[in-house]
């Protein structure tokens, strides 16, 4: 009886254990990095992901670009401010015009569709533009 209740407590104790190792593991492999850029300051970090699961995010399957504070080194640069999330369909450009400043381009045969899009973070203004493809 003693070995059969260790078993029961070893497998209800792997199971939390075990549901929370997976959700961090499907987490970590739905964001998949495409480009980054920093100010020209060196003080904050645009980062570009393509987001890979249909979960409850801002726009699922889609892009993103975060705003992220490159002193907080012991944060996921994914943990910062949702700049821009949406489907620009063919390409997605950014760029630091100032410290203070940040572009975001769509470029897409097809009106694109965006979640959600920040006017300001930060105190950083954020244009937003829609370039068309021929």
């Given amino acids: ?11 209800v104790l792997l199971i939390p254990i075990s549901l929370f190792g997976l959700i961090f593991f499907i987490d970590t492999v739905s964001w998949n990095e495409r480009s980054t850029q920093l100010s020209p300051d060196n003080e904050w970090g645009l ?7 249909d979960s409850n995010q801002h726009a699922p399957y889609g892009d993103y670009v975060i705003l992220h504070k490159e002193s907080l080194r012991f ?3 994914r943990d910062g401010h949702v700049i821009f999330a949406g489907y620009c369909h063919n390409a997605l450009d ?3 015009v100032t410290n ?3 572009q975001i381009i769509c470029s897409s045969s097809k009106e694109p569709e965006i979640r959600t899009i920040s006017k300001r973070a930060f105190g950083k203004s954020i244009d937003y533009h829609y370039k068309p493809n021929s």
Avoid: A, D, P, Q
Avoid at 1 to 11: P, S, Y
């Fill in 94 to 96: 950014f760029k630091w």
């Fill in 47 to 53: 980062y570009h992901y393509h987001y890979g699961s």
């Fill in 100 to 102: 203070n400043h940040i």
């Fill in 75 to 77: 944060e996921k640069s």
């Fill in 1 to 11: 009886m003693n070995k059969i209740v260790r078993v029961f407590l070893l497998i």
